[in-house]
């Protein structure tokens, strides 16, 4: 079993960055696709970010290109989000997936394992 710990949310102001992180307990992240979603109040979960097991491919939603990166660090077993140029569309809490993917992929289906996520604010 997978379990998930994300951390590095907060509060910033629109223009600001933020990075996130999570974290694998007991098991590496080495053979999992990684993604990154959120979900903002009312609103679906959406998928934000995703790379690839071996760290070679990487998929990012229009609405981030440009201002996030995604990156692992295996032997942390950690993947990062770096956040920057935050806007106030992008106040949501932010989850971390784990899954046997294809490309890697968007959809919240190919993630097996998930965090609580953690809560990310963005004023204007």
């Not at 491919?57 to 770096?82: C, H, N, Q």
């Not at 949501?92 to 784990?98: G, K, L, P, Q």
Request: glycine share 12%; hydrophobic share 30%; proline share 3%.
């Amino acid at each position: 079993q997978v379990q998930l710990v994300e951390s590095g949310g907060g509060s910033v102001q629109a223009g600001g960055s933020l990075r996130l992180s999570c974290a694998a307990s007991a098991r590496s992240l080495s053979t999992y696709d990684m993604g990154w979603f959120r979900q903002a109040p009312g609103k679906e979960r959406e998928f934000v970010t995703a790379i690839s097991w071996e760290g070679g491919r990487t998929t990012y939603a229009d609405s981030v290109v440009g201002r996030f990166t995604i990156a692992r660090d295996e032997v942390k077993k950690t993947v990062s989000l770096e956040m920057n140029n935050l806007k106030p569309e992008d106040t949501a809490v932010y989850y971390c997936a784990a899954g046997y993917t294809v490309s890697p992929t968007p959809r919240r289906s190919g993630y097996e394992h998930w965090g609580q996520g953690t809560q990310v604010t963005v004023s204007s």
